[in-house]
T-cell receptor, first 117, second 113 residues
């Protein structure tokens, strides 16, 4: 079975600085997708960024980028120029690339990010 | 804004009762997934529906059941509520296919006393 682990329950960053959130996963599959979701106090889960395992290039979305290390099964999220609105719970998630596995997302335990003004 | 709505926003039930939670979207996506998120935890997959049929289930007992309607809205039913069922219940919509993203609703907060 696949597992996702986030070893940092809480992180803090100064506004305008850069922070990196860690995620490791375990799978025997070669085809899969990885995601970072943001959940602010409003509870709405928002997709931040996604990475296809078959792509070697790291995904980037504006101030958000990932460091995908497939061999190490590591998938970290870097937030540059942190803003107060980035404060939230961040979840790393895995989804199998095998079609008959459906669209089940497997989530980590989350990292609570606070941003200091 | 995903256009996914869930109702009610929150509710309180007594142990042993039954509850129905609802999920709908304006976009007509044909796949809906339900997740349970206990306080301080990541969401756990309950099940997924595609074109009104269950299309995958997580490690939840049969007292968790669902429906999907022709308009792709969905219900999650939980019978014989237990205290551990207290959680945030999230639904997520997507197209069918591996590459489709899942878009989440704001959730229903269920408290069982």
């Amino acid at each position: 079975a696949q597992t996702v682990t986030q070893s940092q329950p809480e992180m803090s960053v100064q506004e305008a600085e850069t922070v990196t959130l860690s995620c490791t996963y375990d799978t025997s599959e070669s085809d899969y997708y990885l995601f970072w979701y943001k959940q602010p106090p409003s509870r709405q889960m928002i997709l931040v960024i996604r990475q296809e395992a078959y792509k070697q290039q790291n995904a980037t979305e504006n101030r958000f980028s990932v460091n995908f290390q497939k061999a190490a099964k590591s998938f970290s999220l870097k937030i540059s120029d942190s803003q107060l609105g980035d404060a939230a719970m961040y979840f790393c998630a895995y989804r199998s690339g095998i079609y008959n596995q459906g669209g089940k997302l497997i989530f980590g335990q989350g990292t609570e990010l606070s941003v200091k003004p | 804004e995903t256009g996914v709505t869930q109702s009610p926003t929150h509710l309180i039930k007594t142990r042993g009762q039954q509850v129905t939670l609802r999920c709908s979207s304006q976009s007509g996506h044909n796949t809906v997934s339900w997740y349970q998120q206990a306080l301080g935890q990541g969401p756990q997959f309950i099940f997924q529906y595609y074109r009104e049929e269950e299309n995958g289930r997580g490690n939840f007992p049969p007292r968790f059941s669902g429906l999907q309607f022709p308009n792709y809205s969905s219900e999650l039913n939980v019978n014989a509520l237990e205290l551990d069922d207290s959680a945030l219940y999230l639904c997520a919509i997507s197209g069918q296919g591996i590459s489709y993203e899942q878009y989440f609703g704001p959730g229903t907060r269920l408290t069982v006393t």
